[in-house]
């Protein structure tokens, strides 16, 4: 072999394997992600038998979406959510809202009719009051949102049936969950399955090419890799304080402040001589009672729902 081929059979085989050993990582994670199976990490059911969920039939556009005002379902996380508190465990009453356009045609392959979705689908389980933990309004237990491009997801089922599914998976579809109280961050893949009961009138295809207009009962479950894991509450503390008046509308000084939270801890201020209190560090979306006592006068306690900085929380006396 000539000494120049030498030299550049050697230079090729260097490149080749600086090459691959800058791409087995690449590739690695490409297996870590394949490899990574989704698991079911919530669920929700209809508390009722009433048909939830409407699929309505028009040309350029039909609509899939649930009631007016939602639909009472029963939510519930699985025990693989890491660090969920006890009032977050067990169904958790709430209301669904689901909506979803296309105007993409139905279609019927081997006795199954399928409706495909092309615009983007929205489903959220809103709590019917909010959690004493969590953040934000302390009442998204979850918000699913699968943008169909380039693929669709689809309403599928046997025609003629009673019964439908509806699902969704990444990559093929972009799904984003979001929640006040657990966090997606560390999620590789999801996928949501909502199955449809009581269909009526039996799943079939108009013929207009969408499906024919039609009401059902629903349930679904949602599935992630790795699970989520509970989000304790991030907003900043707050900032409590006041005024303590005379009866002449005067800064009373030297009144003794308490803040007693829900706990049972109590928390003290010292007004000064034009009667402000303060109470610093309040952790937010808790309820606490705010009580003053004064050798002079009696005031009624007041009981707030902490949110952000308050500063003009004065009390009269009776």
């Known amino acids: 072999m000539k000494k120049e081929n030498l030299i550049k059979s050697s230079f090729l085989w260097k490149v080749a394997f600086i090459v691959s050993i800058l791409l087995f990582p690449t590739a690695l994670i490409n297996a870590q992600t394949q490899a990574c199976q989704t698991v079911t990490f919530a669920q929700f059911n209809q508390t009722t038998g009433a048909q939830g969920f409407a699929f309505t039939n028009s040309s350029p556009v039909s609509s899939f979406s649930t009631v007016q005002g939602g639909v009472a379902v029963q939510f519930t996380f699985f025990s693989n959510v890491a660090g969920l508190p006890a009032e977050l465990m067990g169904d958790q009453n709430a209301r669904a809202f689901f909506n979803c356009q296309t105007s993409a045609l139905g279609f019927v392959n081997v006795g199954r009719t399928v409706q495909p979705f092309n615009g983007t689908c929205t489903l959220q389980i809103i709590r019917d009051f909010p959690a004493s933990v969590g953040n934000g309004s302390r009442t998204n237990l979850l918000t699913a949102t699968i943008v169909n491009d380039p693929t669709t997801s689809d309403l599928s089922g046997d025609t003629g049936s009673n019964s439908a599914g509806f699902t969704a998976s990444t990559p093929n579809q972009m799904i984003t969950f979001s929640s006040d109280f657990v966090s ?73 402040v308490t803040l007693t939270t829900a706990s049972g801890e109590t928390f003290t201020s010292i007004t000064n001589s034009f009667g402000y209190y303060r109470f610093e560090n309040v952790f937010p979306g808790q309820t606490v009672i705010i009580s003053v006592n004064s050798k002079r006068f009696g005031f009624a306690p007041k009981v707030l729902n902490v949110g952000e900085d308050l500063f003009e929380l004065d009390f009269m006396p009776q």
């Open 184 to 256: 997606f961050g560390a999620t590789q893949s999801r996928n949501l399955a909502l199955s449809f009961s009581s269909v009526n009138p039996n799943f079939s295809i108009n013929p207009n090419g969408f499906l024919n207009s039609f009401t059902a009962a629903g349930a679904g479950t949602f599935a992630s890799c790795p699970p989520p894991t509970f989000n304790p509450p991030t907003a900043a503390a707050a900032s409590v304080g006041g005024r303590v008046l005379s009866s002449n509308g005067r800064g009373l000084g030297r009144a003794v």
